[in-house]
């Protein structure tokens, strides 16, 4: 069952402009997320955070926004950058639950 | 300051073999996670270790089993290998057992089952 679901697997967009990579969510029960970020050949690195007591989350060039109603969450990256270019993956877990879901993730690349 | 270490980093095996693979967590974590990560997946969760004793389970058979040592590496061990079980085996470490520590990723092996 995947209560993590990225329906885009990819997302091109111009240097300076903004990303904007979807996620939703079925579980209720899920209360924190988190996105990461993942080069070729190296493990996710996390990126950003949101409880669900808040609907936004910013951090630099990168905004986490939580609908909670919608289950849905996005990372904003403005403006983008060609390091930037890498897949990112939205996750999810309950309050002292350890089980981490994480999406299929999105591939971004930033055009120079 | 070392992070998450892993190794190996590749490993081709056939299947009905059995496989280790070993995590070092990154230096002040004591508690390790394993995911599993098929092509064009995320990350399944498959165990997490906190205190050397395996304190919850993802949706993965008895073949996957693992254990933790006193000074928190970590090895994950599969029994009687599918092709299935091909994936990139991914390690992270945090502090403590609360759900929102932010877990460190290592770079992951490659397992090939053939």
């Known amino acids: 069952d995947q209560q993590v679901k990225q329906n885009s697997p990819s997302l091109s967009v111009q240097e300076g402009r903004i990303s904007i990579l979807n996620c939703d969510y079925t579980n209720s029960m899920f209360d924190y997320f988190l996105w990461y970020k993942k080069y070729p050949a190296e493990g996710p690195t996390f990126l950003i955070s949101i409880s669900s007591i808040k609907d936004k989350n910013e951090d630099g060039r990168f905004t986490v926004f939580l609908n909670k109603s919608a289950k849905h969450l996005s990372l904003h990256i403005v403006p983008s950058q060609p390091g930037d270019s890498a897949v990112y993956f939205c996750?999810?877990?309950?309050?002292?639950?350890?089980?981490?879901?994480f999406g299929a993730g999105t591939r971004l690349t930033v055009k120079p | 300051d070392a992070g998450v270490t892993q190794s190996p980093t590749h490993l081709i095996k056939t299947r009905g073999q059995q496989v280790t693979l070993r995590c070092s967590p990154k230096s002040g974590h004591d508690t390790v996670s394993w995911y599993q990560q098929a092509l064009g997946q995320g990350p399944q969760f498959i165990f997490q270790y906190y205190e050397e004793e395996e304190r919850q389970r993802g949706n993965f058979p008895d073949r996957f089993s693992g254990h933790q040592f006193p000074n928190y590496s970590s090895e994950l061990n599969v029994n009687a290998l599918l092709l299935g079980d091909s994936a990139l085996y991914l390690c992270?470490?945090?502090?403590?057992?609360?759900?929102?520590?932010?877990?460190?990723f290592g770079p992951g092996t490659r397992l090939t089952v053939l």
């Open positions: 996750a999810a877990s309950a309050m002292n639950n350890n089980d981490m879901r």
């Open positions: 992270a470490s945090s502090l403590g057992l609360a759900g929102e520590d932010t877990q460190y």
